[in-house]
């Protein structure tokens, strides 16, 4: 939303009590919002928007606003514009299935799904079937149990058939399909449409009604046969030692349209007089007309696959499942797909969805898969079994999901903590541990939950925005420095990370850890921001939020606008003085950001406050030492400027992506407790220029503090595709890409971006914000984080208007 003075304009005003002024409620000099503290008044900001509020009357009493704010445009167009609809959509889930004692070191060979959705696996020590979230051998059946199968399958209608050395069988259909074989003459088992059973071995195919001179001689003389049943009735097709082979009804007889060694096919269905195949091998996909010996010239434009190494494919609605040696691809043929990517409006379902690494699979390499009547894709690699489930919800719905999850498994003392995993993936055997920037993380979760109560009101949230302040608030409360917060706390002794930065609190038993950054006094006043425009109802709760934060301003500014440690010394990074930055040239980001950060900070100090002491400070590095020409400074003159070196830190080596966040969360309190009209204007095109170049990533968060600075062209559809597309799963599970076929690779460059496409969020490291998303491979399956930054997105969307509520 844009910024507009409010506070004439009577119920739409944003003050939410009559009088704020009590006696004691607020520091000496403080703004109670009702009263005027110096001939110049802070601009206000709208209203919160509410679900389903009439706005229509209320954009007419802006009107006459216009004139007096150009910004308000820009607001009106942010609040009458419409949201993206929240509606439901198919969010991709990994099941991991545990392998029972009894399968150790088995061979895995087959999955199959019968009608009920039940999965069976066959195995060298026989079927083996899901039992909620374990795999073990089936008893089930007593004349079954302990019977080693050579083949199983399910038919079409969904039973599944048992072929043994001298006998096949099905337990549906009453039990009535089964019959006796000649013994060790067959080792593969079909079923058709119509009932039809096919058995195949080394030079025979059984059932299939033709003469023995009928099979080409690839089929005469192959090892290992497989008989592919068309989806409607008619000849199966044939792969025979990797020869394709299917029935030319012109010719009556079977023939071999390609050579090349065949691992994979599936029938498809054009129309009833247009059939055809897809044939994978180990080049890749192929489609083949059956009426012809030729393969279909439109598979030769066709996009490359991830990877080309195809063992089975699984034709679904609208598309393909296909396994190959690594990993799961969704291949998209059109329509409506609960397979294809969540997309949003104006964006289009990419051709392929690759499902890879552990996050989603036991093992790359896939033996076999199978799709069920629920949906779910369950695939088998040599490690054991995993399925891919699908499950309709909304993005409201997901956000109470990663509420639940951060409200359950990630906070410490009212800290959004990581938990650090002693194995990959293991969640049991983990813990929640103290990192350098838990101050910053909390911040952003306290930003979600400030931001949710502004859109619903609950005060179950506003109770949980307080906890986590509360959080801050300790911070401060256990350093041993005046107004230095601390970067983190834990019980004595207990201490993980950086064992060297940690002191010892006055308070028995508690350590704190120095070496504060600006890192975290940009989040801190980004939280301490919303809090006081969003969850404070009262003059205390206000007077509480401006005791906190200005005990880190007024530090700030009593040591010449450094952060001095416990040493007497500035941390490395707490400094916003100007002999530091004047000192980089214009190209390095940091001369850009930290004289933002500390205007932002007087800002807010002042709009807390109204002390001119803060005004006159920022105003002083305006005129004096050029820092709103820093602010101003395009991103497009950032550059790798080599030489300036601060504590062994080559400064303009790189483009720091911990700076764009910096950045952002900066720009908020910028735009949003900009002095003047004038100054929101200038500040808002610097935010357009840095947004530009973060564009590309659809980070819903840039997009929507975008917005809320007053941005008009910023993109909800492309963060609303993200959000969708975020796996639920917040474990940094292993992801490489690096070998994948089907993406481009930039020339190196300054942004130190990997490739030329932007991933979904399912194919990328599960990462924090602080990291930009062009990467191919990262992670080891260590960390869980907390999920934060959907929740922070999410309501952020929400709040400023651009996704509506669920529907």
């Known amino acids: 939303m844009g910024m507009l003075d409010t506070s004439d304009l009577g119920e739409v005003s944003i003050r939410n009590s009559p009088s704020w002024r009590r006696a004691g409620s607020l520091p000496e000099g403080a703004d109670d919002g009702d009263s005027d503290t110096s001939s110049f008044r802070p601009s206000r900001l709208p209203p919160v928007r509410r679900p389903g509020h009439p706005f229509a009357g209320m954009c007419l009493m802006y009107r006459r606003f216009l004139i007096v704010f150009p ?223 030729a393969a279909d010239p439109r598979a030769a434009g066709e996009t490359a696959l991830p990877w080309p190494e195809v063992n089975a494919i699984a034709v679904v609605d609208g598309g393909l499942w296909l396994g190959t040696t690594r990993g799961a691809v969704f291949k998209n043929l059109g329509g409506d797909s609960r397979y294809a990517i969540p997309v949003a409006p104006g964006i289009a379902a990419p051709e392929h969805r690759y499902y890879a690494g552990p996050r989603w699979l036991p093992s790359d390499d896939v033996l076999s898969l199978a799709v069920g009547p629920d949906g779910t894709v369950w695939v088998l690699t040599p490690a054991g079994l995993g399925g891919i489930a699908f499950r309709q919800m909304t993005l409201a719905t997901k956000a109470e999901w990663f509420h639940r999850k951060i409200r359950s498994r990630n906070l410490r003392f009212g800290l959004t903590g990581e938990r650090r995993l002693f194995a990959p993936g293991d969640l049991v055997n983990s813990e929640i ?99 006081w425009e969003w969850v404070a109802t009262n003059a205390v709760e206000r007077a509480r939020i401006a005791t906190n934060y200005m005990r880190i301003v007024d530090h700030i500014l009593d040591h010449d606008l450094y952060y001095v440690d416990v040493d007497g010394q500035p941390t490395l990074w707490g400094r916003w003085n100007p002999k530091y930055l004047n000192w980089f040239p214009h190209t390095i980001h940091d001369r850009r950001l930290n004289s933002a950060e500390i205007t932002a900070s007087l800002q807010l100090a002042f709009r807390m406050t109204g002390n001119p002491r803060y005004r006159t400070a920022a105003y002083e590095l305006f005129d004096q030492h050029g820092y709103l020409t820093n602010i101003l400074t395009s991103m497009r003159e950032i550059a790798p400027t080599l030489g300036y070196v601060h504590q062994g830190n080559e400064m303009g080596d790189e483009w720091n992506h911990s700076d764009d966040e910096l950045a952002f969360f900066t ?89 030329a496409e932007l991933l979904p969020p399912g194919e990328r490291l599960m990462a924090r914000i602080n990291t930009q998303p062009f990467i191919l491979d990262a992670g080891d399956g260590l960390t869980d984080f907390p999920g934060d930054e959907y929740l922070l997105g999410y309501w952020l969307g929400r709040q400023v208007g651009a996704i509506g509520p669920a529907r």
């Not at 950086?498 to 308070?507: L, N």
């Open 667 to 755: 720009y908020w309190v910028l735009c949003r407790f900009a002095f003047t009209p004038d100054l929101q204007r200038q500040f808002l095109a610097m935010v357009q220029d840095h947004w530009e170049f973060e564009r590309p990533e659809r980070y819903p968060i840039w997009n929507f503090i975008y917005a809320a600075c007053g941005g008009v062209d910023y993109d909800p559809a492309g963060a609303v595709w993200t959000l969708r597309g975020i796996p639920l799963d917040t474990i940094n599970w292993p992801v490489r890409n690096s070998h994948r076929k089907d993406l481009h690779r930039p020339e190196p460059n300054f942004l130190g971006r990997e490739l």
């Open 433 to 531: 541990v103290d990192t350098d920037n838990d101050g910053g993380w909390t911040s952003y979760y306290l930003g979600a939950l400030a931001a949710e109560y502004a859109v619903t009101r609950g005060e179950r949230v506003r109770k949980e925005a307080w906890e986590s302040f509360g959080a801050l608030e300790r911070l401060q409360e256990l350093s041993t420095v005046p107004g230095f917060s601390a970067r983190t706390i834990e019980r004595r002794g207990f201490k993980f990370s950086d064992t060297d930065r940690w002191r010892e609190a006055e308070d028995p038993g508690w350590d704190w850890k120095g070496h504060t950054s600006s890192d975290e006094i940009c989040s801190q006043t980004f939280a301490h921001a919303v809090m």
């Open 71 to 293: 910004l308000a445009w820009i607001w009106l167009w942010n609040v009458c514009g419409e949201a993206v609809p929240d509606e439901p959509f198919w969010q991709d889930v990994a099941v991991r299935i545990r392998t029972a004692p009894d399968l150790t070191n088995a061979v895995f060979r087959k999955v199959c799904v019968d009608k009920e959705n039940g999965v069976y696996v066959l195995t060298d020590r026989g079927v083996a079937r899901v039992w909620d979230d374990v795999l073990a051998l089936d008893r089930s059946f007593r004349p079954l149990a302990g019977r080693i199968p050579k083949d199983i399958t399910v038919s079409p209608a969904g039973d599944l058939y048992y072929l043994f050395d001298d006998a096949w069988l099905s337990n549906g259909q009453n039990g009535r399909p089964g019959g006796r074989l000649e013994p060790g003459v067959f080792d593969r088992i079909a079923v058709g449409p119509a009932g039809e059973v096919w058995f195949s071995g080394p030079g025979r195919v059984s059932g299939l009604g033709l003469p023995d001179e009928a099979l080409p001689d690839p089929v005469k003389q192959a090892r290992v046969i497989e008989v592919i049943p068309r989806r409607e009735n008619g000849h199966p097709a044939l792969i025979a030692d990797g020869v394709l082979c299917y029935f030319d009804p012109a010719e009556e007889r079977y023939v071999s349209p390609r050579a090349g060694a065949t691992t994979a096919v599936a029938f498809a269905m054009e129309s009833p007089e247009a059939a055809f195949l897809w044939a994978g091998s180990r080049q890749g996909l192929e489609r083949q007309r059956m009426k012809n010996s």
